[in-house]
């Protein structure tokens, strides 16, 4: 499984920015997916996740303002994010768990490189 993350940049406060992942080769494999972050000095965090039947779930912080979906047919996954605040700065990275299974069970979790989005006046 390979994940690209695209979509950040610079936006202004309360603007809007539209992350998106896409998946390639053991699509079929992948399960759960989600968006973490890491701003400087601080650890990565969880932003939202999405299982493979469409269940979300959100870190408090970004509740009411961000929405994850997916588009299996494409193999993507998006992040919308609404109402930016400065506190969103960060780099976001995408990740999938996966599965193969073969002559052996392999599993894991995927992640992409990262994608800088900053949210400055």
């Known amino acids: 499984v390979q994940l690209q993350a695209s979509g950040g940049g610079l936006v202004q406060p309360g603007g809007s920015l539209r992350l998106s992942c896409a998946a390639s080769g053991s699509v079929r494999s992948i399960s759960d997916m989600g968006w973490h972050r890491q701003a400087p000095g601080r650890q990565r965090e969880l932003v939202a996740r999405?299982?493979?039947?469409?269940?979300?779930n959100y870190a408090d912080s970004v509740k009411g303002r961000f929405t994850i979906s997916r588009d299996h047919a494409n193999n993507m996954m998006y992040l919308q994010m609404n109402s930016l605040k400065p506190e969103d700065t960060a780099v976001y990275y995408c990740?999938?768990?996966?599965?193969?299974?073969?002559?052996?069970?392999?599993?894991?979790?995927?992640w992409g490189q990262g994608t800088q989005v900053t949210v400055s006046s």
């Open positions: 999405i299982t493979r039947s469409g269940s979300t």
């Open positions: 990740e999938a768990d996966y599965t193969v299974i073969g002559e052996t069970i392999v599993a894991g979790r995927k």
